[in-house]
């Protein structure tokens, strides 16, 4: 079955650059949240989206923005990024933004220089 | 917002050996998930459970929606069980994990 796609899986920036992310969910699944787990942390909900408006925000940074665009993929933009941004970002898509499970992707590590 | 409690923090157990990792909530949830974080970081959804009692191979789980937990247990581990597994009551809130090894 079709999993959610997340890419690259892999990133390297250094400080004061941008990254962009991109997040493809399962068909079908209108719901994508984003996701940030630092080094030995547990997973920071940064926001999420349903039928391509935000509808829950967490701890996202001002200087990251995210949309989802008409075919439900979503990009979480990050710019003048800081050591700190250093993580695993995660993907997950569900069908329904209340009272629905979510199917994570395999993440993009993210690494700042 | 609604806290999340995981216990233990971690659990090292030998291989064939079962066990049961708690998640208390503060308030009522409607929407318990439980994942488990393999070493390589991959995020696996073991269970959608908001109530009730479901079972998968060699993992089940249970959430007593009334009195604010859930447990997942775990039987005949394997060391392919190692990883940390987290709790999440629905509102994008993930408990601190518990991180099990299972020891061959």
């Known amino acids: 079955a079709a999993g959610v796609i997340q890419s690259p899986r892999h990133l390297i920036k250094e400080k004061r650059e941008t990254a962009t992310l991109k997040c493809y969910p399962i068909?079908?699944?209108?719901?994508v949240y984003w996701y940030q787990q630092g080094p030995g942390q547990d997973p920071q909900f940064l926001i999420s989206f349903y039928e391509k408006m935000q509808s829950d925000k967490g701890s996202i940074p001002d200087r990251f923005s995210a949309q989802q665009f008409s075919d439900y993929h979503s990009e979480l933009n990050m710019s003048s990024l800081e050591l700190g941004d250093s993580a695993l970002y995660f993907c997950a898509s569900s069908l329904g933004h209340r009272n629905q499970p979510q199917h994570f992707g395999d993440g993009t590590r993210l690494s700042i220089l | 917002g609604i806290q999340v409690e995981q216990s233990p923090p971690d659990l090292i157990l030998q291989e064939g050996a079962n066990s049961t990792l708690r998640c208390n909530f503060s308030d009522s949830v409607n929407n318990l998930q439980w994942f488990h974080q393999n070493p390589w970081g991959q995020l696996i959804n073991l269970f959608y459970?908001?109530?009730g009692t479901k079972q998968n191979g060699r993992l089940s789980a249970t959430t007593v929606a009334t009195e604010r937990y859930s447990l997942l247990y775990i039987s005949s581990s394997q060391t392919t069980d190692s990883g940390v597994y987290f709790c999440?009551?629905?509102?994008?809130?993930f408990g601190d994990g518990t991180t099990l090894t299972v020891k061959p």
């Open positions: 459970i908001p109530s």
């Open positions: 999440d009551e629905g509102k994008s809130t």
């Open positions: 068909p079908r699944h209108d719901t």
